[in-house]
Protein backbone atom coordinates (compact mmCIF):
# COMPACT_ATOMS: atom_id res chain seq x y z
CA UNK A 1 0.00 0.00 0.00
CA UNK A 2 1.49 3.41 -0.86
CA UNK A 3 1.65 6.16 1.64
CA UNK A 4 -0.31 9.17 0.59
CA UNK A 5 0.03 12.91 2.05
CA UNK A 6 -2.87 13.15 4.90
CA UNK A 7 -4.09 16.68 3.59
CA UNK A 8 -6.50 15.30 0.86
CA UNK A 9 -8.41 13.84 3.55
CA UNK A 10 -8.45 17.09 6.11
CA UNK A 11 -11.68 18.26 5.04
CA UNK A 12 -13.30 15.20 5.63
CA UNK A 13 -12.02 14.17 8.76
CA UNK A 14 -13.63 17.56 10.20
CA UNK A 15 -17.08 16.01 8.85
CA UNK A 16 -18.74 14.27 11.45
CA UNK A 17 -22.38 12.88 11.44
CA UNK A 18 -23.28 10.66 14.63
CA UNK A 19 -25.26 8.32 12.56
CA UNK A 20 -21.76 6.92 11.33
CA UNK A 21 -20.46 6.45 14.76
CA UNK A 22 -16.65 7.16 14.82
CA UNK A 23 -16.23 6.80 10.89
CA UNK A 24 -16.05 9.80 9.12
CA UNK A 25 -18.40 10.52 5.79
CA UNK A 26 -16.46 11.13 2.84
CA UNK A 27 -18.90 10.87 -0.07
CA UNK A 28 -21.90 8.31 -0.80
CA UNK A 29 -20.61 5.93 -3.07
CA UNK A 30 -22.60 5.69 -6.98
CA UNK A 31 -26.07 3.11 -6.71
CA UNK A 32 -24.47 1.01 -9.90
CA UNK A 33 -21.80 0.19 -6.80
CA UNK A 34 -24.33 -0.49 -3.93
CA UNK A 35 -22.40 -3.68 -3.71
CA UNK A 36 -18.97 -3.04 -3.32
CA UNK A 37 -16.91 -5.21 -1.92
CA UNK A 38 -13.30 -4.01 -2.31
CA UNK A 39 -11.53 -1.24 -1.91
CA UNK A 40 -7.88 0.41 -3.20
CA UNK A 41 -6.27 3.57 -3.52
CA UNK A 42 -3.50 4.79 -5.26
CA UNK A 43 -3.36 8.73 -5.47
CA UNK A 44 -5.42 11.43 -3.37
CA UNK A 45 -9.11 12.05 -3.56
CA UNK A 46 -9.77 8.49 -5.57
CA UNK A 47 -10.62 4.72 -5.06
CA UNK A 48 -10.19 1.72 -7.07
CA UNK A 49 -13.48 -0.45 -6.06
CA UNK A 50 -14.97 -4.13 -7.33
CA UNK A 51 -18.43 -5.19 -6.48
CA UNK A 52 -18.98 -9.39 -5.53
CA UNK A 53 -20.81 -11.94 -7.16
CA UNK A 54 -23.42 -11.17 -9.79
CA UNK A 55 -21.72 -8.04 -10.93
CA UNK A 56 -19.54 -7.01 -13.93
CA UNK A 57 -16.29 -8.25 -14.79
CA UNK A 58 -14.81 -4.47 -14.27
CA UNK A 59 -13.11 -2.20 -11.91
CA UNK A 60 -14.13 1.05 -11.14
CA UNK A 61 -11.89 4.21 -9.91
CA UNK A 62 -14.37 7.04 -7.80
CA UNK A 63 -13.51 10.06 -6.60
CA UNK A 64 -14.24 12.18 -3.41
CA UNK A 65 -17.35 13.03 -4.93
CA UNK A 66 -18.52 9.99 -5.72
CA UNK A 67 -18.38 10.16 -9.15
CA UNK A 68 -16.97 7.28 -11.27
CA UNK A 69 -13.91 8.44 -13.26
CA UNK A 70 -12.56 5.29 -14.66
CA UNK A 71 -13.98 2.13 -15.61
CA UNK A 72 -11.85 -0.98 -16.71
CA UNK A 73 -13.12 -4.11 -18.16
CA UNK A 74 -11.09 -6.88 -16.70
CA UNK A 75 -10.04 -8.98 -19.82
CA UNK A 76 -10.72 -13.08 -19.63
CA UNK A 77 -11.59 -13.43 -16.57
CA UNK A 78 -15.09 -14.22 -14.74
CA UNK A 79 -16.18 -12.59 -11.24
CA UNK A 80 -17.47 -15.38 -9.63
CA UNK A 81 -16.92 -13.56 -6.25
CA UNK A 82 -14.68 -10.74 -5.75
CA UNK A 83 -14.44 -10.16 -2.34
CA UNK A 84 -11.29 -7.80 -1.78
CA UNK A 85 -8.76 -5.98 -3.26
CA UNK A 86 -5.14 -5.34 -2.49
CA UNK A 87 -1.79 -3.56 -3.79
CA UNK A 88 1.78 -3.65 -3.64
CA UNK A 89 4.85 -1.40 -3.53
CA UNK A 90 5.14 -1.90 -7.41
CA UNK A 91 1.76 -0.81 -8.20
CA UNK A 92 0.16 -3.96 -9.11
CA UNK A 93 -3.50 -4.53 -8.32
CA UNK A 94 -4.90 -7.96 -6.94
CA UNK A 95 -8.96 -8.80 -7.00
CA UNK A 96 -9.61 -11.37 -4.27
CA UNK A 97 -12.25 -13.69 -6.30
CA UNK A 98 -12.32 -16.16 -3.47
CA UNK A 99 -15.71 -15.53 -2.06
CA UNK A 100 -16.91 -19.06 -1.26
CA UNK A 101 -20.31 -19.32 1.11
CA UNK A 102 -21.37 -22.78 0.63
CA UNK A 103 -17.53 -23.85 1.23
CA UNK A 104 -17.67 -25.67 -2.08
CA UNK A 105 -15.75 -24.06 -4.64
CA UNK A 106 -12.50 -25.78 -5.81
CA UNK A 107 -11.73 -22.58 -8.28
CA UNK A 108 -10.26 -20.23 -5.75
CA UNK A 109 -8.23 -17.09 -7.79
CA UNK A 110 -6.55 -14.24 -7.41
CA UNK A 111 -5.80 -11.68 -10.37
CA UNK A 112 -2.68 -9.65 -10.61
CA UNK A 113 -3.27 -6.47 -12.79
CA UNK A 114 -1.01 -4.02 -13.65
CA UNK A 115 -1.57 0.03 -12.04
CA UNK A 116 -4.84 0.41 -13.28
CA UNK A 117 -4.08 4.36 -12.71
CA UNK A 118 -1.99 4.01 -15.76
CA UNK A 119 -3.60 2.17 -17.94
CA UNK A 120 -4.86 3.99 -21.55
CA UNK A 121 -7.97 2.28 -22.87
CA UNK A 122 -11.04 0.94 -21.32
CA UNK A 123 -9.28 -3.02 -20.43
CA UNK A 124 -6.75 -4.46 -18.27
CA UNK A 125 -5.03 -7.56 -18.41
CA UNK A 126 -5.06 -9.67 -15.76
CA UNK A 127 -2.16 -12.64 -14.58
CA UNK A 128 -4.07 -15.66 -12.70
CA UNK A 129 -2.86 -17.09 -9.33
CA UNK A 130 -5.04 -19.89 -8.04
CA UNK A 131 -4.61 -22.10 -4.88
CA UNK A 132 -6.47 -24.63 -2.54
CA UNK A 133 -6.59 -24.57 1.22
CA UNK A 134 -4.29 -28.35 1.90
CA UNK A 135 -7.08 -28.73 5.08
CA UNK A 136 -10.46 -29.02 3.35
CA UNK A 137 -10.80 -32.11 2.29
CA UNK A 138 -14.99 -32.07 1.56
CA UNK A 139 -17.00 -29.85 -0.38
CA UNK A 140 -18.30 -28.67 1.31
CA UNK A 141 -17.39 -29.95 4.91
CA UNK A 142 -19.98 -30.27 7.76
CA UNK A 143 -21.34 -27.42 9.22
CA UNK A 144 -18.63 -27.03 12.13
CA UNK A 145 -16.28 -26.70 9.57
CA UNK A 146 -17.12 -24.20 7.56
CA UNK A 147 -14.03 -22.10 7.68
CA UNK A 148 -13.01 -21.86 3.73
CA UNK A 149 -14.77 -18.79 2.74
CA UNK A 150 -12.94 -15.73 2.07
CA UNK A 151 -13.38 -12.09 2.15
CA UNK A 152 -10.05 -10.66 2.92
CA UNK A 153 -6.37 -10.52 2.15
CA UNK A 154 -3.50 -8.24 1.24
CA UNK A 155 0.07 -8.36 0.16
CA UNK A 156 3.52 -7.58 1.96
CA UNK A 157 6.64 -9.12 0.69
CA UNK A 158 6.36 -11.08 -2.38
CA UNK A 159 2.57 -12.98 -0.40
CA UNK A 160 -0.95 -12.33 -0.28
CA UNK A 161 -1.75 -13.69 2.99
CA UNK A 162 -5.87 -14.44 2.97
CA UNK A 163 -7.88 -14.07 6.46
CA UNK A 164 -10.64 -16.67 6.25
CA UNK A 165 -14.56 -15.67 7.03
CA UNK A 166 -16.09 -18.39 9.71
CA UNK A 167 -19.17 -19.67 8.13
CA UNK A 168 -19.38 -22.71 11.31
CA UNK A 169 -22.23 -23.18 12.82
CA UNK A 170 -21.31 -22.82 15.96
CA UNK A 171 -20.04 -19.57 15.31
CA UNK A 172 -16.47 -19.47 17.44
CA UNK A 173 -15.22 -16.03 16.15
CA UNK A 174 -11.77 -17.82 14.53
CA UNK A 175 -10.38 -16.76 10.93
CA UNK A 176 -7.34 -19.16 9.60
CA UNK A 177 -4.62 -17.49 7.99
CA UNK A 178 -2.92 -18.83 4.65
CA UNK A 179 -0.30 -17.11 2.09
CA UNK A 180 0.36 -17.81 -1.16
CA UNK A 181 3.07 -16.46 -3.66
CA UNK A 182 2.23 -13.20 -5.90
CA UNK A 183 3.42 -15.06 -9.11
CA UNK A 184 1.23 -16.55 -11.50
CA UNK A 185 0.22 -20.16 -11.04
CA UNK A 186 -1.23 -22.62 -8.62
CA UNK A 187 -0.36 -22.97 -5.04
CA UNK A 188 -1.27 -25.08 -2.03
CA UNK A 189 -1.86 -22.21 0.11
CA UNK A 190 0.52 -22.30 3.27
CA UNK A 191 -1.66 -22.57 6.62
CA UNK A 192 -0.02 -19.89 9.22
CA UNK A 193 -2.03 -20.44 12.24
CA UNK A 194 -5.30 -19.35 13.28
CA UNK A 195 -7.00 -15.85 14.89
CA UNK A 196 -9.81 -15.47 17.41
CA UNK A 197 -11.88 -11.87 16.89
CA UNK A 198 -15.30 -12.57 18.69
CA UNK A 199 -18.18 -14.66 18.82
CA UNK A 200 -21.07 -12.74 17.91
CA UNK A 201 -21.57 -13.88 14.25
CA UNK A 202 -23.09 -10.41 13.11
CA UNK A 203 -20.10 -8.34 13.65
CA UNK A 204 -17.19 -10.54 14.13
CA UNK A 205 -17.02 -12.66 10.90
CA UNK A 206 -13.88 -11.07 8.94
CA UNK A 207 -14.83 -8.85 5.60
CA UNK A 208 -11.86 -7.43 4.47
CA UNK A 209 -7.73 -6.70 5.60
CA UNK A 210 -5.05 -4.47 4.61
CA UNK A 211 -1.50 -4.32 6.18
CA UNK A 212 0.25 -0.54 6.82
CA UNK A 213 3.40 0.35 4.51
CA UNK A 214 5.66 0.10 7.04
CA UNK A 215 4.33 -3.24 7.77
CA UNK A 216 3.83 -3.00 11.38
CA UNK A 217 -0.14 -3.01 11.34
CA UNK A 218 -2.82 -5.07 9.97
CA UNK A 219 -6.65 -4.06 10.04
CA UNK A 220 -9.34 -6.63 10.24
CA UNK A 221 -12.59 -5.34 9.22
CA UNK A 222 -16.26 -6.50 10.29
CA UNK A 223 -19.78 -5.25 10.28
CA UNK A 224 -18.94 -2.65 12.90
CA UNK A 225 -16.01 -3.37 14.32
CA UNK A 226 -12.18 -3.33 13.59
CA UNK A 227 -9.64 -5.62 14.71
CA UNK A 228 -5.36 -3.62 14.85
CA UNK A 229 -2.63 -6.34 14.67
CA UNK A 230 0.44 -5.30 15.55
CA UNK A 231 3.50 -7.34 16.99
CA UNK A 232 2.66 -10.36 14.54
CA UNK A 233 5.10 -13.11 13.07
CA UNK A 234 4.79 -13.54 9.11
CA UNK A 235 5.01 -17.44 9.70
CA UNK A 236 2.72 -17.85 12.33
CA UNK A 237 0.14 -15.00 13.41
CA UNK A 238 -1.48 -16.52 16.86
CA UNK A 239 0.30 -14.36 19.09
CA UNK A 240 -0.52 -11.50 17.80
CA UNK A 241 -1.88 -8.45 20.00
CA UNK A 242 -5.03 -7.83 18.45
CA UNK A 243 -7.18 -4.76 19.73
CA UNK A 244 -11.12 -4.30 19.09
CA UNK A 245 -12.68 -1.18 17.91
CA UNK A 246 -15.89 -0.71 18.24
CA UNK A 247 -17.32 1.61 15.30
CA UNK A 248 -20.11 2.15 16.50
CA UNK A 249 -22.19 1.49 13.57
CA UNK A 250 -23.89 -1.79 12.05
CA UNK A 251 -23.85 -1.67 8.64
CA UNK A 252 -22.16 -4.45 6.21
CA UNK A 253 -18.84 -2.83 6.20
CA UNK A 254 -16.85 -4.95 3.33
CA UNK A 255 -13.47 -2.97 2.61
CA UNK A 256 -10.88 -1.50 4.16
CA UNK A 257 -7.66 -0.15 2.64
CA UNK A 258 -4.56 2.31 4.62
CA UNK A 259 -4.52 5.81 3.60
CA UNK A 260 -1.15 6.13 5.74
CA UNK A 261 0.08 4.29 8.32
CA UNK A 262 -2.77 5.59 10.85
CA UNK A 263 -5.54 6.52 8.32
CA UNK A 264 -8.14 4.21 6.59
CA UNK A 265 -11.12 4.17 3.87
CA UNK A 266 -13.80 2.31 4.41
CA UNK A 267 -16.85 1.61 2.22
CA UNK A 268 -20.12 -0.74 2.96
CA UNK A 269 -22.61 -1.91 0.84
CA UNK A 270 -26.10 -0.37 0.29
CA UNK A 271 -29.43 -2.20 1.69
CA UNK A 272 -32.33 -1.44 3.17
CA UNK A 273 -30.51 -0.62 6.60
CA UNK A 274 -28.66 1.87 4.51
CA UNK A 275 -24.85 2.23 3.48
CA UNK A 276 -23.30 2.68 0.06
CA UNK A 277 -21.22 5.21 1.96
CA UNK A 278 -17.16 6.02 1.69
CA UNK A 279 -16.09 6.84 4.88
CA UNK A 280 -12.45 7.48 6.69
CA UNK A 281 -11.12 6.51 10.20
CA UNK A 282 -7.87 7.53 11.88
CA UNK A 283 -6.48 5.30 14.75
CA UNK A 284 -3.61 6.07 17.10
Known sequence: MKTLSLSFLIPFLLFSCANHGQLKYVTKLPKSLKENSGIATFR??????????????NIYKVDFQGNIRKELDV?????RDWEDLATDKMGNLYIGDFGNNGNRRKDLTIYKLPNPESEPGDKI????????????????PKKNQRMFDAEAFFHYDGYLYIFTKNRASPFTGESLIYRVPDKKGSYKAES???IRTCTDWETCQVTSADISSDGLSIVLLGSGKLWILTHFDFDNFSKATI??????????LESVCFVDD???LLSDEENSSGGGNLYSYQFQ
Open 243 to 252: EEIDLGVRTQ
Open 125 to 140: DAEKITFYYPEQKDFP
Open 192 to 194: LGK
Open 44 to 57: ERSAWFVEDSGNSD
Open 75 to 79: KNVKN
Open 262 to 264: KTL
